[in-house]
């Protein structure tokens, strides 16, 4: 699921691992602040968390399974 942008018709909209990343970021100098290890699995997280809202994974069993791929290019 991604979340419409905040700049405006036109932009695209941002997925969950994306503003997870934008706001992780020190506006000022665009380091993060936060540990590369702890960004990573936020990352993987979110990734997993914006499939599952998207409807393309689900949890079984303590399991990811893919239950909507996406068609190949």
């Known amino acids: 699921m991604t979340t419409p942008a ?3 018709p036109g932009t695209p909209a941002l997925t969950l691992p994306e ?5 992780t970021l020190d506006p000022g100098s665009g380091k993060p602040l936060c540990a590369a290890a702890a960004l990573a699995y936020g990352a993987a997280g979110a990734a997993l968390a914006e499939l599952e809202l998207q409807g393309r994974i ?16």
């Open 58 to 73: 689900r949890e079984e069993r303590g399991r990811v399974q893919v239950v909507n791929p996406l068609d190949p290019a």
């Open 19 to 23: 503003e997870l990343i934008l706001l």
């Open 6 to 8: 905040a700049s405006g």
